[in-house]
């Protein structure tokens, strides 16, 4: 039999709705109870997910403090010296080439031993393989404080010889201080004093004996027609490795080096006084002087430098993002260079020659230079009046320079350059020559007649004739009725950017 489509449509449609039940009619407090049940249930599992949560991370980190203390505390047993050098493998120490080690010191009180060992291959200077040194026991979690325990060593130097001291590796660093004894003696006395200091007491003698192993301080001689004599400190070049890259953990070491010079009726007078010392305060407490340098040559980097008197023929200090500061004296030349640090200083320029120039150089970056001449003719006469030459410069900073003294009718060069800072000099009276100011979008200035006398004492005027263009000004200056450009007459240039640069003749009064 044939069905039509839709025939059976109903009869299907009945037995399907008969199988699904009908809901039934509920209330709203049926309603509102169960909602609150559900609401209950999913608080009730969000907490429990909480607390799982927090005693996982708690486990987990239990775990991690074991793990980590475990390994600091194995560490602890195991000193720095150790880890990075080895007892059992020699340490090559970074000695300056053309520098030959005489003695080193075994730190024993009487100085008489043997000394420290080393032994010369063909590329340098070796600390052999050492014993090994048992490592104390240790109680953790003991509270200390730092304990610093020091050791010295004493060397004499002969006088009559140039003095040479030098400093190279990654432990070389501290203090030079060069100071005169009250003992009249030929003999210059150095004491270096090291100091360590460690954070767990138990562990501080240990440590330090382990420092002492692998640095080596010695009697030094530098090769050449000098034959200088001095005192080397140099220790193993620490090429660091791993997460711990840099870092000192407890322990710290530090080199004090004290120069005693011979004390003199006259002042001393010594050939020559070097150094090579980076990371090395170096201080110069002489009085004024008290002691003369035929040659000064004071290096550093990364520490400043000072002196309370230096005064020699020539003078050099050079350092590194570090301030030179003092009192320098030179009858030749006076060099103070430095980098990112100002240079503040008394420099006394001395001639005896016109035909020689005196000169100095003070140079820096990013930092002030500051300075106050004394310019003196230690034989003059009218056809040996003085001259001299001083050069500054800087970048970034200012420029301050006053002139309170200088002979009559000496002869000046002067150059001053910096960038964003402003130049103010003040010649001495006695100033007379040539002058150029430069500088951009700023004021250059040329002051005459502020509390200006005649060096002379003729009640002349000082002229000055100048030819201002924009933010430059040159032209000359002189006393009394204008004879033309003189024999003496000096020279002074002056430079700046974006900066106010100043020229005055009252000697900085």
Aim: charged letters at 25%; glycine letters at 8%; one cysteine or more.
């Amino acid at each position: 039999m044939v069905r039509l489509f839709g025939e059976e449509k109903a009869p299907l449609l009945e037995r399907y709705t008969d199988d699904i039940e009908s809901p039934k009619p509920t209330s709203d407090a049926d309603e509102a109870a169960t909602l609150e049940a559900l609401r209950a249930a999913e608080v009730a599992r969000r907490r429990r997910r909480c607390r799982r949560r927090f005693f996982h991370f708690f486990a987990l980190t239990l775990i991690a403090a074991a793990f980590i203390g475990v390994r600091h505390y194995k560490r602890w047993g195991k000193t720095n010296i150790s880890r990075f050098f080895p007892e059992d493998e020699p340490h090559k120490l970074p000695v300056v080439p053309g520098v030959t080690l005489e003695h080193c010191t075994d730190w024993k009180e009487d100085g008489k031993g043997p000394g420290a060992t080393v032994f010369e291959s063909g590329d340098g200077y070796y600390i052999p393989p050492r014993d090994k040194r048992p490592a104390p026991s240790r109680k953790p979690f003991k509270k200390s404080k730092f304990r610093a325990i020091t050791s010295h060593a004493e060397f004499e130097l002969d006088a009559d010889k140039p003095l040479y001291f030098v400093s190279r590796g990654s432990f070389a660093f501290g203090s030079l201080t060069v100071l005169q004894s009250e003992d009249e003696s030929t003999e210059i006395k150095t004491t270096v004093t090291v100091t360590t200091d460690e954070h767990d007491h138990s562990n501080s003698e240990h440590w330090h004996q382990q420092f002492l192993d692998v640095i080596r301080v010695c009697k030094i001689k530098k090769d050449g027609d000098s034959e200088a004599t001095g005192v080397g400190i140099f220790t193993p070049e620490w090429h660091h490795k791993g997460p711990h890259r840099g870092r000192h953990h407890h322990h710290s070491g530090k080199f004090h080096v004290i120069v005693q010079l011979p004390k003199s009726a006259e002042p001393l007078t010594l050939e020559s006084l070097e150094t090579d010392m980076p990371i090395f305060s170096q201080t110069l407490t002489t009085g004024e002087g008290a002691v003369l340098y035929g040659k000064l040559h004071l290096q550093g980097a990364l520490a400043p430098i000072g002196a309370l008197d230096a005064s020699g023929e020539n003078v050099t200090v050079r350092t590194s993002n570090a301030p030179i500061e003092g009192n320098f004296r030179a009858s030749r030349s006076i060099v103070l260079q430095t980098e990112n640090a100002p240079i503040n200083v008394a420099v006394e320029l001395e001639n005896a020659n016109s035909t020689q120039p005196s000169t100095a150089s003070l140079h820096t970056s990013n930092a002030p230079i500051t300075s106050r001449n004394t310019l003196t003719a230690t034989k003059w006469s009218e056809d040996n009046t003085g001259s001299f030459n001083v050069f500054t410069g800087t970048a970034n900073s200012k420029i301050h320079l006053t002139f309170p003294s200088a002979p009559i009718n000496s002869t000046l060069g002067l150059t001053a350059d910096t960038s964003l800072g402003n130049i103010d000099v003040s010649l001495h009276p006695t100033y007379e020559g040539e002058f150029s100011l430069a500088t951009s979008l700023a004021k250059a200035d040329v002051l005459v007649g502020e509390g200006e006398a005649d060096p002379e004492g003729k009640d002349r005027k000082r002229s000055a004739l100048t030819h201002p263009m924009r933010s430059e000004v040159s032209g000359e200056t002189w006393w009394g009725e204008y004879k033309g450009k003189q024999k003496h007459w000096g020279n002074v240039k002056l430079r700046t950017a974006l900066s106010p640069v100043t020229l005055r003749f009252n000697g900085g009064a």
